[in-house]
């Protein structure tokens, strides 16, 4: 069974950093692309950052470019979300969630999910 853990959120003060982890059992990661979407409270979930399976081709929401950063290390089968300067903004649930194709910003293209890790950005 293709199952997705995130990990890392937790309290951080702004300006502040982490990385969020997305673990993959039960697959192999490298034939997916891998998406990191966020929600906030009371808003929608968006896409923040995905990675083609090739590690090549990365979409980024424009506004994030700079500050977060997306990575895969296919040997350990984990997806990474390097988050910096964080904003209260940032605040939200993390999700990641895999597809067997291209990268899309798209939420319904995406078949599996994982739980979500909770990141809060405040002082």
């Known amino acids: 069974q293709l199952q997705l853990v995130e990990s890392g959120g937790g309290l951080v003060q702004p300006g502040g950093s982490l990385r969020l982890s997305c673990a993959a059992s039960?697959?192999?990661?490298?034939?997916?692309?891998i998406g990191w979407f966020r929600q906030a409270p009371g808003k929608e979930r968006g896409m923040v950052a995905c990675?083609?399976?090739?590690?090549?081709?990365?979409n980024q929401s424009d506004s994030l470019k700079g500050r977060f950063t997306i990575s895969r290390d296919d040997r350990k089968n984990t997806v990474y979300l390097q988050m910096n300067s964080l904003k209260p903004e940032d605040t939200g649930v993390y999700y990641c969630?895999?597809?067997?194709?291209?990268?899309?910003?798209?939420?319904?293209?995406?078949?599996?999910w994982g739980q979500g890790t909770q990141v809060t950005v405040s002082s």
């Open positions: 969630a895999a597809r067997t194709t291209y990268c899309s910003r798209s939420l319904i293209d995406y078949p599996d």
């Open positions: 039960g697959f192999t990661l490298e034939r997916y692309a």
């Open positions: 990675i083609s399976r090739s590690g090549v081709d990365i």
